[in-house]
Structures are given as C-alpha cells and as structure tokens.
C-alpha cells in the first residue's frame, strides 16, 4: 500500500459505515412499524467486515439493539479495534498490514 492509496482506502472505508449506519437506521425504524426487519447475524456481519464504527455510532445514536447480548459487548469492542487499525494504518502502514496478515493466518489456521 501506497501513500497515494490511503485517501482511496479512507473514502471507502468512510462510505461503507456510513452505509452500515444506514443499514442500523433501516432496521430501527422497520422495529417501530412492524415491517421486515434486518437479521441480527447481518448486522453484527457488517460490523465484522468493517463497519465497526457506523454499527457503534448506530447503536449510540439510534439507541438501537443497545440490550440485546451480542451487541451491546461486540459492537463497542469491534468499535475500538477498527479505530485502533485505522490509527495504525495512518501511523505505521507497514505495522499494521503485517498485523492484519497476521490475524488473517492465525485465523486461517496456516
């Protein structure tokens, strides 16, 4: 990764939790009318691939699935890993590509 490619990487990064949080707004209003409501497994999955921070400020904000066991623990945690990454990413690129390579085969399990 380039220093030419960080403005690119924040932009997309900027408009997929900004599109997260609209996903949380989505569901809370389809809560309080009764409507077709997001899966819960959705959700949390779009904070794990990255929308940490929209899934967090949409549940702060809208004060949405704020009591429910899985969010009301992961979403803050994810919150301050994705931030904690994208100040490393800023910071020291190569540190933090090595780090995430790193998660990724320790989770891959090679």
């Known amino acids: ?3 030419a490619n960080l403005p690119i990487l924040v932009a997309i990064a900027a408009l997929y939790n900004v599109v997260v949080f609209g996903v949380y707004a989505f569901d809370k209003a389809a809560a309080r009318n009764g409507d077709w409501r997001v899966r ?3 959700l949390l999955w779009l904070a794990v691939l990255g929308g940490g921070i929209g899934a ?3 549940q702060r904000v809208l004060r949405h ?3 429910k ?3 009301h623990v992961v979403l803050p945690a994810l919150f301050v890993l994705q931030v904690s990454l994208g100040f490393t990413m800023l910071l020291a690129p190569e540190t933090a ?3 995430i390579r790193a998660g ?3 989770v891959a399990g090679s």
């Open 1 to 3: 990764m380039t220093s």
């Open 69 to 71: 066991p899985p969010f």
């Open 40 to 42: 819960e497994s959705t």
């Open 104 to 106: 990724i085969q320790a």
């Open 97 to 99: 590509l090595a780090a």
């Open 56 to 58: 967090f400020l949409g």
């Open 65 to 67: 699935k704020t009591r």
